[in-house]
């Protein structure tokens, strides 16, 4: 039984129960290589579930607002929310329940295990012509795509999303359920972020003016991020005024900063900022570099085990503090 099916079948016995208000889940979009999210409340909606490469959202983004598509606070109540996760997005959960954000009490998480999902950009330059909602299966190595009546397959190393190249572990953690799949564990060793701190300082302080120039300040990046859930954000307060309206490279550099350090010791790597971003900034740098440093510092990666605290509320006698000024 393939995933969907799997799936399918868990939501329509989940969504008949009394203690479940809703589920959040993937459904085909409405053209190209689109999934989008869905918010079900009946077990006959369950046909309406996908799960394939193109299930690239982190659905626990909607756990923390106060509208979850049609339903309000006040219309779930006491009831639970279930969501579809991918082993990325599990971390994001371990993340926000250290952090009381959410009470893992009031979730029924359903795990999938991901083969990896498609970079959407890659996949769209080369099938450009693409109106029609697509399908993407993996079978082996190769990515299945059937578009516009035709059927390609393409290797999956071209087509898959970078974060999906370095995933430690593919696998959800603290799930209620798991749809079964192929396992993989791949390390990271930071590569990209060695080569990038290999050049000259002015190199890297040009590029960086360069990428932060371009940013639109549409907010995208923080909307979408699973753990920018602050009720007051620093980057809106008017008073005091922490970031201007204005939008040039001072400000936006300023911006982006502040997100990033924000998110260190708590960026699960999902990469839904950089994907979201319109001027195609490589925001995930930023992030990486922070956790790579909170690793080597402190041993430390966030959402890695769903019994840890949060990283600031942690105390070890034995701390090196290499990381002191």
Not at 116 to 132: C, H, M, S, W, Y
Not at 212 to 225: D, E, H, K, P, T
Not at 281 to 295: E, G, S, T, W
Request: charged share 25%; hydrophobic share 35%.
């Amino acid at each position: 039984m393939d995933a969907t099916k799997s799936l399918r079948a868990i939501a329509r016995e989940v969504l008949g129960r009394e203690d479940i208000a809703c589920l959040i889940g993937y459904e085909k979009g409405s053209y190209g290589f689109r999934a989008q999210p869905c918010v079900l409340t009946e077990p006959d909606q369950a046909d309406r579930l996908i799960f394939s490469p193109l299930c690239v959202h982190n659905l626990t983004n909607y756990l923390t607002l106060e509208q979850i598509g049609p339903l309000s606070k006040a219309d779930i109540g006491k009831g639970k929310i279930a969501v579809v996760v991918k082993g990325c997005d599990s971390r994001a959960i371990t993340v926000l329940c250290a952090e009381n954000g959410i009470k893992r009490e009031n979730l029924y998480v359903i795990g999938v295990h991901s083969p990896g999902v498609v970079d959407l950009k890659k996949i769209e330059r080369r099938f450009p012509n693409a109106v029609e909602p697509a399908e993407v299966s993996l079978e082996g190595d190769s990515f299945t795509i059937t578009c516009e009546g035709e059927t390609a397959s393409v290797p999956r190393s071209e087509l898959v999303n970078a974060k999906c190249l370095r995933c430690k572990n593919n696998v959800p953690q603290g799930c209620d359920v798991v749809v079964e799949g192929p396992e993989h564990s791949m390390e990271d060793d930071f590569a990209d972020i060695a080569a990038l701190e290999a050049k000259p300082l002015e190199e890297r302080a040009h590029m960086w003016q360069e990428q932060f120039s371009s940013c639109i300040r549409c907010y995208a990046c923080r909307n979408s991020c699973p753990l920018c859930y602050c009720s007051e954000c620093i980057l809106d307060k008017l008073r005091p005024q922490f970031v201007r309206r204005s939008v040039d490279f001072p400000e936006n550099l300023l911006f982006h900063s502040a997100r990033a350090f924000h998110l260190a010791g708590r960026c699960i790597e999902c990469g839904e900022c950089e994907r979201v971003c319109p001027q195609d900034i490589p925001l995930m740098v930023l992030n990486r570099k922070l956790a790579r440093d909170v690793k080597e510092l402190f041993g430390y990666e966030a959402g890695a085990d769903p019994e840890q605290k949060a990283l600031f509320v942690t105390f070890k006698p034995d701390d090196p503090n290499e990381g002191i000024l």
